[in-house]
């Protein structure tokens, strides 16, 4: 018999100021979210009962004590961040975008868990252009350039703690309950970032027949989070470790 307790908490806070003052358009929106996870769990086991009449209604009649078994977990994550964002436009053809927020993970240690950020982009709507009036060839052409950095906290939770397992052994002709280190707790773990540079353009032609875009794209990922192998001797297979990086880039067409 088992039983499991689930609880997620998500509060969302935004404050968006918009105005516009002659050609131009302001939007600013500041934030501030908080997620909380949490799992309570409890179970009980015995084998060897007699008759199935109570069915799991009562334990206590499982004849087999090696069997029986009484366990309890708790498990909590807890996230939160600080966001902002300013969109800008000039007469609908130059058009900006700055975001920054503050992410803060409760799986990282002390002094470790926030890190910022970044992202902007800008796009400039060519056909908006009085140069592009006198012509029906091109209804949309757009040039676009954005870049951001994201973080990854794909680790368990209490990663930086050393976490035990419990285990029986038989002492003193005894069988005895005992605990043993399980995982050896990460040192200096930050969070996994990837930034995005990307350049690209958009069109449509000929009244709307013809749409496409071409873009060019540059992709890196920096202190991989990675288990690295430790020595048997140590009690552990591996840990949690900041190492590497992966670059992807090429060009898309449509």
């Known amino acids: 018999i088992g039983n499991e307790l689930y609880k997620s908490v998500l509060n969302e806070n935004t404050l968006t100021y918009e105005t516009e003052y002659g050609d131009s358009r302001l939007t600013v929106l500041a934030g501030f979210t908080m997620q909380k996870n949490k799992i309570e769990s409890n179970g009980a086991r015995a084998e060897g009962f007699p008759n199935d009449v109570v069915t799991f209604n009562n334990l206590s009649l499982g004849s087999d004590p090696s069997k029986h078994l009484v366990r309890s977990g708790f498990n909590q994550r807890t996230f939160t961040s600080i966001l902002a964002r300013i969109n800008y436009s000039y007469k609908d053809k130059y058009l900006l975008t700055l975001v920054g927020r503050e992410d803060g993970s409760s799986v990282f240690e002390t002094g470790r868990k926030f890190a910022f950020f970044p992202s902007a982009g800008a796009a400039w709507r060519i056909d908006q252009e009085d140069f592009m ?73 000929i009244e709307g027949k013809l749409q496409g875009s071409i873009e060019y794209y540059n992709k890196e990922s920096i202190d991989l989070i990675y288990d690295k192998p430790l020595a048997l001797s140590t009690g552990n297979e591996s840990i949690k470790t900041n190492i590497g990086a992966i670059k992807n880039s090429g060009i898309e067409f449509s």
């Open 133 to 205: 009036s006198n012509q029906n060839t091109i209804s949309n052409f757009k040039l676009r350039a954005s870049y951001g950095v994201v973080g990854e906290q794909g680790v368990p939770t209490y990663n930086s703690l050393e976490k035990f397992a419990t285990y029986t052994v038989f002492f003193n002709n005894q069988i005895q309950n005992a605990v043993l280190i399980n995982s050896l707790p990460s040192k200096n773990l930050t969070w996994e970032k990837t930034a995005l540079l990307n350049f690209g353009t958009e069109f449509t032609l």
